[in-house]
């Protein structure tokens, strides 16, 4: 039997959606969150929230991997668009991800994990280019899968496919100034949020496959805030669920051809 697939977004709003079409699932509860165990798309699937920030992100990981065995781990949910091109609706596939608030300079260069030589933690290949063209496929026709109430509310037309770095750090950057610093001294970051590059760094530790797939929510200015949890569970958490399921609907390993 194939080991289960993880997916992981920090919080309710953002995975609500597939949380709700888990059809067969068991709770598990661990360190206070709650592990959703049971089948998508006829995958073997761990479903949890991992609450926010890096150290919470990285203890769901390394329970995860530890406890349930997961053969990969996906990050979804929201992030705040950094680079010029990047609008709310859109969506970033990772290809790598750095801490944006990890400076340990001069004993070690700035943003550098120490002693594992990296900043920049790559994704799964063959994960993401599936993510990239799964989202694809959804942001063709976002009023299939959302409606044309909330697509005009947001003002979701023609959303676009980003793929690049992704910074993640204990903070919600939130003003124009914060955003600017970092377009300034991160000038390739497509995107922000605060999660991911603590789970790329312990599936890097454990040599275990990651990718991580976010909406953009907001562009990290004084907006940021506006509307944030209406648009997570409206919009976001709608694409969550239809990349994911396309994702794990083509994956090898489907529990039903083992059965067979
Ligand atoms: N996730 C979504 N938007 C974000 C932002 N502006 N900063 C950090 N994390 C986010």
Request: proline residues 4%; hydrophobic residues 50%.
């Amino acid at each position: 039997m194939a080991a289960p697939v993880a997916i992981v977004a920090a919080m309710q709003e953002e995975l609500g959606a597939l949380l709700a079409v888990m059809p067969d699932e068991r709770r598990v509860r661990i360190a206070g969150r709650e592990f959703w165990v049971g089948h998508l798309q006829g995958q073997s699937v761990v479903a949890v929230l991992s609450r926010i920030g890096k150290v919470a992100a990285a203890t769901t990981a390394t329970v995860l991997l530890e406890r349930f065995g997961v053969r990969a781990i996906v990050f979804t949910g929201v992030a705040g668009g950094l680079a010029p091109g990047v609008r709310v609706g859109d969506v970033v596939v990772a290809t790598r991800l750095l801490q944006h608030d990890l400076d340990a300079s001069p004993i070690f260069p700035r943003y550098e994990v120490p002693l594992t030589g990296h900043a920049r933690f790559a994704t799964d290949t063959v994960i993401s280019d599936a993510l990239t063209a799964a989202a694809q496929k959804i942001l063709r026709n976002p009023v299939a899968l959302l409606g044309q109430k909330v697509v005009d509310d947001f003002a979701l037309h023609a959303p676009r496919l980003h793929r690049g770095l992704v910074v993640s750090g204990d903070r919600f950057i939130a003003s124009a100034a914060d955003s600017d610093a970092l377009r300034h001294d991160l000038p390739d970051a497509l995107a922000c949020e605060m999660e991911g590059a603590a789970v790329a760094q312990v599936c890097h530790d454990f040599r275990v496959p990651f990718a991580a797939v976010r909406t953009i929510s907001d562009r990290a200015d004084d907006q940021a805030h506006t509307d944030f949890l209406r648009f997570v569970a409206a919009v976001a958490s709608r694409y969550s669920l239809a990349i994911i399921t396309k994702w794990l609907d083509a994956l090898p390993g489907k529990a039903q051809q083992e059965d067979a």
